[in-house]
Structures are given as structure tokens and as C-alpha cells.
């Protein structure tokens, strides 16, 4: 590559910077225990793959007990977890590298079996259309507001751990995006209805997080959003109204905004959309206002390039699990000696317990021997 702007260091405007402009994605483990307390498992798994990228962002951490997805998922809704997370940040933070954790509420995206007996929350009672969902219990007043308390005493818990900052998850169709998508989210108080309602949760939440950050941190400490840019449900959130969205975050205190996409180049569902990748009129969107992070199956130098167009940090994830130096080999030029398979013999070499290995069987069957 004649410009390798992904190894240029890059600076955040609180004034923290990273090395250079690759973050690991964030990514299902299921490696934590019963309770949200991570294993050694983890923290090996973790510090194994950062030491060259910029900054990690963490799997999901839920901050409240209703809030869990699956089993093996961290936690951060109690202080029993603040050992192990310390340690956790520990272990990211090697050679300079910035730890992010990303806080999570699965919402109605879960089980009451998860959730021993006790039945999944969403905005509204209707249940999303996957299979074996369950139809969830619409949130009262009172709950919301406590969720939002929730993820802001979460923050909290990530400064006292040492992360350099959270990243609120937006995507991927847990219960912030719920409260945005018209398909779940059907109230008629001031939680819902109209477009500018339905963002009335993330506006609270947003504040209450950067209100935390504020007072608690002592350093420079980042708040991140990600977000998904279109649901397939009907009604669900369409290209327009994610930019609709684009333009609200953009007059938050937030340190980055991140999207969620499978592939980088991919086009929106949307006619008035697909004269060019979603990234590409996203960035134009936020036109410099906030850093964007752009993903999706990023595998070559090439691939990073073309996405920092349209980006100023690039985040990698099913490439790091195949081999946690792809970032100084392709920062080297030495990208022809990068391993993207894995063989079952190499699982415990690269520290993929099983709820990663399960996890690589869905995303990246083409990729394991």
C-alpha cells in the first residue's frame, strides 16, 4: 500500500489516542461463567489479540440480570464483577493498547430459560420474528428509567476497572435498537410512536452515560455508539431513518459512532440508497462531526484502505481470531504469511474455547478446517 493511513496514530478530540487506526471488533465469546464473572479463559483470549491493534472492544457486557442473552455472557450489573473486569482491562491493555467495554441489554433477544423462568423485557409485547422468540413483557415507566440507571452505574463500574471507555450497543437488535425499530417498539407514550419518540431512550441514555463518564473518570474516557443501519422487519428501521438518527448522535457528546455491517461495501435495501455503499453515505452524513468507525469482514491492507475513505478507524474481527497478528503483518507487507484458517488441532494454540469456536462456525464456516 503506497498509504498506510490505518498505521497512523489517531487522536480523539478528550485527547486520547490510539497507535494506530485498527480496533478489534466486538465479538460473541460465551466464555465468562454462569453468574457474568470471566474465566481465564477470556482474559487469555483477549490479551492474545491485543497487543498490535489500537484498542479492543470488548463482547457484550449486560447491565442488568433481565439484560442477558445467552449463557457465558460477561456481566457488569454487579460489583462481584469489578475484580474480574479490572483484570480484564489488564490484559487488553498491553503495549499501549485502549480497552472499551461494550454494555449491552439483550431486551427482548433472549429467553426466559436464560433468564431462569423469568420472561424476556422489551419496549412493547411483540415478539421478534426469529426462531424460538418469545413474546416479551412490555417495560413499565419505572423499568425503563431503571435500565438507563443501570448502564449508567455500568460506566461507572468500567472506569473503576480501568477501560478507557464503553461503547453503548446500539445493534444488532438488543433492546437500544428495540427502542428505535417500529417493529418492536409500538408504545404511544413518550417512548414511542412518532420517529422523534421512538429515539427519546437513546437521548436519555446518552446523557446519563456521558453524565457518569464526566464525573467519574479522571482521564480521558471514551463513549462510543454502535448502531445497525437497517432491519429487515416490516415495519422496521429503514436507511432514512438511521440517518435520521446519524444526525441526533452527531449533537451528543459521544467519542465515535460505529456501525454494524457483515460486509464493508454493502448497499442499503433502500432504492434511494444504492448508489453507493452504506459506509460512504454515512460518513458524508456526519461530515467530520464525530469519528466513524466502519467494519465488516475486513481480511487485506487493500480492504482497510478502501474502508478509510469512508472512515477514520477501521475495526477487524473474524481475521483476529485466525491470527492475532494480522494487524503487524499487514502493517509489515507481509500479508502472504497471514493465517485466515484454522484447524481443529489449532483451537487451544489460539485460545478459541468453545462458545468463540461455536461462534466461528456461524459466521466463518469457510474458514476452519
Known sequence: MNNQKYAQTFSFNNGLTLK???????????MSFYDGVITEDEKRYYHMRSKE??????????????????EGELGVYDDKHLAGLSELASSIKVN???AILQLYHGGRMTQSSVLKGVQPVAPSSVRALRTNSEVPRELKDEEILQIIEDFKVATVRAIKAGFDGVELHGANTYLIQQFFSPHSNRRTDQWGGSLENRY?????L????SDAAKKEASEPFIVGYRFSPEEIEEPGIRFNETLFLIEKLCNKPLDYLHVSLRKFDQVSQHDTYQDKPMITYLHEQ???????????????GEDAETVLQDSELVAVGRVLLADPNWVSKVTAGKEDSIRYDVAEEERELLGLTNGVWGFMHGMMPDRLK
Do not use: C, H, Q
Open 53 to 70: 491493534v489500537g484498542a479492543v472492544i470488548t463482547a457484550a457486557a449486560n447491565v442488568s440480570e433481565n439484560g442477558k442473552g445467552w
Open 20 to 30: 494506530n487506526r485498527f480496533l478489534m471488533a466486538p465479538m460473541t465469546t460465551k
Open 286 to 300: 456526519i461530515n467530520g462531526r464525530i469519528p466513524f468507525i466502519a467494519v465488516g469482514d475486513v481480511r487485506t
Open 200 to 204: 427519546t431512550f437513546i437521548d436519555k
Open 206 to 209: 446518552l446523557d446519563a452515560v
Open 96 to 98: 499501549g493498547t485502549k
